[in-house]
């Protein structure tokens, strides 16, 4: 347990996404009238076959580069095995809850119990962070292997960061939207929210006041123009997996983010299938996120939002 000197002393936390054949970092601080600056921030590319060396070296040039003012950190972990779950247990008591992700975990990974790491979000209101005693538990549980977890942490030390925080990008994401437009998510209103990265797509749908639910989808091919149907049919599964098992609160909206195709076809063809209001969200056009006077001299600042989105949601952990 921290001490309560530890906790008055706010940590200087930087965010970094380690993507499919880039890095990205991220440092944010909360301005007053719920704005957001973001003070540093870049991305640099290495190749898909990059050895840990390599990888270690790119992050060591990034930081250097963008001068990060500190090395403390909250990292995306990024991994195929992840095991990212929909929860929802009737009747089951909150001193019970562990040990039920625990069976759940080892079901879905087929690995012993000392072979895991699991952590897990609970959907509870802002307002009552107090599960009320006969209500359902139902969250986010997020499993993977121990290894797994140990590798990414060696390579942030190899180069020199120090990460207090582990996250996952569907979980960032949500954070980002829920900052920047908490306000349309409500009892009435619930989002759909889909973040294509290069290999994969991370959609996320935020109903009442905080709740998630999450879904990620691979594709084994960089060009999201050429695998439209194949995200229509996951965005579809999601949506009725979610009325059906999950919430009623209806979806008002579909906001697509990240490695968006620049093809009016391919937005045309996701809006007239799965018929909801459609948009491209860049989170740094919104009016309650700065941008500072350096990270706008960045030479790749056009083309700096898809590789940021993530990483975006990781460095509001500074906030």
């Not at 921030?41 to 963008?66: F, H, N, Q, T």
């Not at 001193?95 to 699991?118: F, G, K, N, V, Y």
């Not at 998630?212 to 999201?224: G, L």
Request: hydrophobic share 40%; glycine share 6%.
């Amino acid at each position: 347990m921290a001490s309560a000197e530890s906790i008055a002393v706010k940590e200087d936390i930087a965010g970094i996404n380690i993507g499919d054949g880039f890095v990205s970092v991220s440092r944010i601080v909360r301005r007053r009238k719920g704005r957001f600056l973001l003070t540093h921030a870049g991305w640099m590319d290495y190749e898909p076959d990059a050895s840990e060396e390599e990888i270690v070296r790119v992050i060591r040039k990034l930081w250097k580069k963008c001068r990060i003012p500190t090395r403390t950190v909250c990292s995306g972990l990024n991994a195929r095995s992840l095991c990212l779950k929909y929860f929802k247990y009737p009747g089951l008591s909150p001193r019970e809850l562990t040990s039920a992700l625990r069976l759940e975990a080892e079901e879905t990974l087929q690995l012993p119990p000392e072979e895991i790491m699991l952590d897990w979000h609970l959907n509870r209101s802002q307002d009552n962070l107090y599960t009320q005693q006969g209500d359902p538990l139902q969250g986010v549980l997020v499993a993977v292997a121990r290894e797994r977890v140990s590798r990414h942490l060696r390579r942030l030390k190899m180069a020199g960061l120090y990460p207090v925080v582990v996250d996952v990008g569907c979980m960032a994401l949500c954070n980002l939207y829920l900052a920047l437009r908490g306000k349309s998510v409500n009892q009435d209103h619930a989002v759909c929210l889909v973040n294509l990265s290069r290999y994969n797509a991370d959609i996320s749908i935020l109903f009442r006041d905080r709740y998630v639910y999450p879904r990620t989808i691979f594709s084994r091919s960089t060009e999201w123009s050429g695998k439209v149907q194949y995200l229509i049919e996951n965005i579809s599964d999601a949506l009725l997996y979610y009325h059906v098992r999950v919430d009623k609160t209806p979806v008002t909206q579909l906001v697509l983010t990240g490695f968006v195709p620049d093809d009016p076809e391919f937005m045309e063809q996701i809006h007239d299938t799965i018929d909801l209001p459609t948009e491209v969200w860049n989170p740094l056009h919104e009016e309650n996120f700065l941008i500072s006077h350096s990270v706008r001299l960045i030479k790749e600042y056009d083309v700096i939002t898809p590789l940021m989105t993530t990483c975006l949601g990781l460095g509001l952990r500074n906030t």
